[in-house]
């Protein structure tokens, strides 16, 4: 059974383009949160999505949008890149309303620098 | 301007002794907390949760403790071993899965 998995691995981007990052998750997770870890910090909750839709978001602009698909797969997408905006983009999933924090999976990650 | 890492905490610790790390929290509304070690490179990797209502939960080497009066976690491992060497964040669960984690602890075990 596959985990999550998260593409593409590493990339570069410059400032002001746009970027699109993918999550697979856990085969039975409906729930798909994502988090971004800048350097030597903790992650930091962007947004969730549940049922194709947003259900909770953190303190990020609007240049940070996602969406959700009827298989549970999920995007993130970040407009206008900022230098500040490198960092390392977690992927998370889990059952609806994760009641128990051995539900919630990680992915490996998609490291974005931005130059 | 350049973004500048912060420097984590460092725990160094001999092989065979035991570590604690040493989480604080501000939410008292969450309902469960969490444990993640995180290996250079990788995504967080769950260790151990205890829920809100308990003080004290034991896993395989591991023992969490929580101390809500203070907001205060805490992690035990026991006989520390090389491949414990990695960064711990502590997480807080608000709700439904949404997790605000703490700034983070590196473990370093010497052999």
């Known amino acids: 059974d596959a985990g999550v998995t998260q593409s593409p691995t590493h990339l570069i981007k410059t400032r002001g383009q746009q970027v699109t990052l993918r999550c697979s998750p856990k085969?039975?997770?409906?729930?798909v949160s994502w988090y971004q870890q800048a350097l030597g910090q903790g992650p930091q909750f962007i947004f969730q999505?549940?049922?194709?839709?947003?259900?909770q978001r953190g303190n990020f602009p609007d240049r940070f949008s996602g969406h959700q698909f009827p298989n549970y797969s999920s995007e993130l997408n970040v407009n206008a890149l900022l230098l500040g905006d490198s960092a390392l983009y977690l992927c998370?999933?889990?059952?609806?309303?994760?009641?128990?924090?051995?539900?919630?999976?990680f992915g490996e990650g998609s490291w974005l620098t931005v130059v | 301007g350049e973004s500048v890492g912060l420097h984590l905490p460092t725990l160094s610790v001999q092989e065979g002794d035991n570590s604690i790390i040493n989480c604080a929290y501000s939410?008292?509304?969450?309902?469960?907390f969490i444990w993640y070690k995180q290996e250079s490179g990788k995504g967080p990797q769950f260790i151990i949760d205890?829920?809100?209502?308990?003080d004290k939960r034991q896993g395989q080497r591991v023992t969490v403790l929580l101390n809500k009066t203070v907001k205060h976690l805490s992690l035990q491992i026991a006989a520390t071993q090389p491949g414990d060497s990695a960064v711990y964040f502590c997480?807080?669960?608000?709700?439904?899965?949404?997790?605000?984690f703490g700034q983070g602890t590196e473990l370093s075990v010497k052999p």
């Open positions: 085969s039975g997770h409906d729930t």
């Open positions: 939410n008292s509304a969450s309902d469960y």
């Open positions: 205890i829920r809100s209502n308990m």
């Open positions: 997480a807080e669960n608000i709700r439904g899965g949404k997790l605000i």
């Open positions: 998370a999933s889990s059952p609806d309303r994760a009641d128990s924090g051995n539900t919630i999976y």
């Open positions: 999505y549940y049922e194709e839709e947003e259900r």
